[in-house]
T-cell receptor, first 111, second 115 residues
Framework: DAKTTQPTSMDCAEGRAANLPCNHS???????VYWYRQIHSQGPQYIIH???NNETNEMASLIITEDRKSSTLILPHATLRDTAVYYC????????????FGSGTKLNVKP | DAGVTQSPTHLIKTRGQQVTLRCSPK?????VSWYQQALGQGPQFIFQ???????QRGNFPDRFSGHQFPNYSSELNVNALLLGDSALYLC??????????????FGQGTRLTVV
């Protein structure tokens, strides 16, 4: 599976959009981009995933660049409850729930 | 609809003992993976079960073994516990027969402390 690079931490003001970048320059054509978050040692929570098109759901939007070498997770209106570690994961299509987690980005949402 | 449930939530064991952790996947899910998460680190993949067989395995010793039952629930067994096995153990489930690119859901984990 391709490696990902994420900033160690980011700050965001409550109510503003949080944009979390992820670099996956070695991604291959059969690999999906997944985003999970983990709040204070709870189980990771699924956010969104995509192959090459931009995706949106009730939680967030995923923007994947045309060359697929990077992506951005957007939380449109961050709240204090969005403070968590966010993991960007690249996983081959047949891996299903087998993921390699990196260190993630600690998002701090501040009042 | 219950999500992924794990039991017990907390466990304390002594070095050298054996432990069994349990996971019930989300309703309709047929594939289960187990992860170990040490304090301050991301989860590490241990192994994956599908159709009652171990399909993929991460870099963990044979002391870590598992089982999947016909109802898709799963167990993780760890023998000869070491202090370094202290961690949060997570179970993830997904529906493989739905096809590629499906989301996986995680349980809340079992916190194992080895003393």
């Amino acid at each position: 599976d391709a490696k990902t690079t994420q900033p160690t931490s980011m700050d965001c003001a409550e109510g503003r959009a949080a944009n979390l970048p992820c670099n996956h320059s070695t991604i291959s054509g059969n690999e999906y981009v997944y985003w999970y978050r983990q709040i204070h040692s709870q189980g990771p929570q699924y956010i969104i995933h995509g192959l090459k098109n931009n995706e949106t759901n009730e939680m967030a939007s995923l923007i994947i660049t045309e060359d697929r070498k990077s992506s951005t997770l957007i939380l449109p209106h961050a709240t204090l409850r969005d403070t968590a570690v966010y993991y960007c994961i690249v996983s081959q299509v047949y891996n299903f729930n087998k993921f390699y987690f990196g260190s993630g980005t600690k998002l701090n949402v501040k009042p | 609809d219950a999500g992924v449930t794990q039991s017990p939530t907390h466990l304390i064991k002594t070095r050298g003992q054996q432990v069994t952790l349990r996971c019930s996947p989300k309703s309709g899910h047929d594939t289960v993976s187990w992860y170990q998460q040490a304090l301050g680190q991301g989860p590490q993949f241990i192994f994956q079960y599908y159709e009652e067989e171990e399909r993929q395995r991460g870099n963990f010793p044979d002391r870590f073994s598992g089982h999947q039952f016909p109802n898709y629930s799963s167990e993780l067994n760890v023998n000869a516990l070491l202090l370094g096995d202290s961690a949060l153990y997570l179970c993830a489930s997904s529906y493989q027969q739905q096809g590629f690119g499906t989301e996986a859901f995680f349980g809340q984990g079992t916190r194992l402390t080895v003393v």
